[in-house]
């Protein structure tokens, strides 16, 4: 899951300190723990989309 720093904080696990716009890619229940914490939020993916056949 990718996300987007949206508050400063010091990332224990990875010991580093992650700033405002930082993006990273977490397992799931990390991302959302974090988001819980109001650290971090979900970068939503943009799947392609299926072309539709025209319609006559």
Request: hydrophobic share 30%.
């Amino acid at each position: 899951m990718k996300v987007k720093v949206i508050e400063r904080y010091k990332d224990l696990e990875l010991d580093e300190i992650k700033v405002q716009g930082d993006t990273f890619e977490v397992n799931k229940d990390r991302a959302e723990m974090l988001i819980r914490k109001g650290f971090v939020e979900e970068i939503k993916e943009n799947k392609p989309k299926k072309e539709e056949p025209a319609k006559k």
